[in-house]
Structure formats: C-alpha cells, structure tokens
Antibody, heavy 117, light 110 residues
C-alpha cells in the first residue's frame, strides 16, 4: 500500500524557519519526482516546487513566491523528502501537501503551517 | 505570471454530462502545457484524475475524460454521480519550470 505522510508543521513566528518531512512507503521512491503544493485556508491550490529524481537529473524548480526562501531535498535511502522553509511570512500560512510520482500520482494528507506572531 | 481560468461553479444533474474548462491568459492551451486535472472533496487532499491532457491514472473513474477543446483544456464528466460533487482544479505547466493552477470549479450534482 502506498503511503505519503507529511509531518513537521505547526505554529511559527514570521521570519523563522520550519522543515517539513514527507515520509513514504509502498513504491520505489528514488525513481519519482517529489512536488510540494499548498492551500491557504479557504483558497485554491498553489504549486510550491518540485525536485526530480536523480535519474531525471535531480532538477529543482520553485514558484516565484517561495524562490530563495524554500528548498526541497530528498534522502532516497530512507524514502523521505523535505521542504525547508526559511524567512517565513504570514502569507505562507497554508496546508502543505507532498506529492510523489512522475505524474503527481500519490498525495499526502497535508500538514498545516501557521505563520503568526 | 500567467493566469489560468476556470468556471467558478457548475451544476449537473445526476446522470448528466458536464464539461469543465481551463484557459490560459497567454493564449490557447496546448498539449505542451501538460494539463492536469485534480478532484478535491472537502477536508481531503486532492486526487490526480488526469495528466498530460487526457491520460488517466488507474483510480480515475471511466466517466471522466480529458481533452483540448476550443483552445482550452477540458474535463468531461459523462454520467455524473453524487460522489462526483467536489472542487476540480486544473494545472498547467509553463516551460516546465512554472506550474500554475486555475482557481477551481465547484461542481454540484443536483
């Protein structure tokens, strides 16, 4: 059974950092892209960024709204991915979703990040 | 930044057919935008229904299909069921380095 589980969310003050984890099982993690999306309360979906698998060149791309502040990484040996979020802003408040798969196959249930003083 | 447009809301009768569309402010949507369609029910994570315009995942019900129609990406639901009531989002790729969502369509089955 495929499982994708986000963790590490919570309340953080503006300007601080937070790292989300995406723990997976049930598929060959190392062969797949990892993408992160977010959804502000009551709003639509927003793409955050992706990290290709090493066999696809390991390319990283980020949305303009997070470029230079957020970074995606992966540990294929543990089938886990990370979203490092620095210099957080109140507008980063959202549920963050991790997605694995070359065609956005497998979604986690999401984790809430609240940026507030 | 491109703007992707969807109908804010649509209503379909049970058993009926409805087409949701996805347009781009930069011009016509093509297969080069690799259109995706997602279904999201309240309180749940999105689920990917369609990728690369018209390809389905193994879990995608057969009544859903994707296409290009009149310069837009389209998601057609043939034979709507009550369980299809949800928000539907399209996603377009711009140059492979920038992905933009539409604002979503709230589909009511009534």
């Amino acid at each position: 059974e495929v499982q994708v589980v986000e963790s590490g969310g919570g309340l953080v003050q503006p300007g601080r950092s937070l790292r989300l984890s995406c723990t997976t099982s049930g598929f060959t993690f190392g062969e797949h892209f990892v993408s992160w999306f977010r959804q502000a309360p009551g709003k639509g979906l927003e793409w955050v960024g992706f990290l290709a698998s090493n066999i696809h060149g390991g390319t990283r791309e980020y949305a303009a709204s997070v470029k230079g502040r957020f970074s995606i990484s992966r540990d294929d040996s543990r089938s886990i991915a990370f979203l490092q979020m620095n210099s957080l802003k109140t507008e980063d408040t959202a549920v963050y979703f991790c997605t694995c798969g070359n065609k956005l196959d497998f979604w986690g249930q999401g984790i809430l990040v609240t940026v507030s003083s | 930044q491109a703007v992707v447009t969807q109908e804010p809301s649509l209503t379909v009768s049970p058993g009926g057919t409805v087409t949701l569309t996805c347009g781009s402010s930069t011009g016509g949507v093509t297969s080069g935008h690799y259109p995706y369609w997602f279904q999201q029910k309240p309180g749940q994570a999105p689920r990917t229904l369609i990728y690369d315009t018209s390809n389905k995942h193994s879990w995608t019900p057969a009544r859903f299909s994707g296409s290009l129609l009149g310069g837009k990406a389209a998601l057609t639901l043939l034979g709507a069921q009550a369980e299809d009531e949800a928000a539907y989002y399209c996603l377009l790729s711009y140059g492979g380095t920038n992905w933009v969502f539409g604002g979503g369509t709230k589909l009511t089955v009534l």
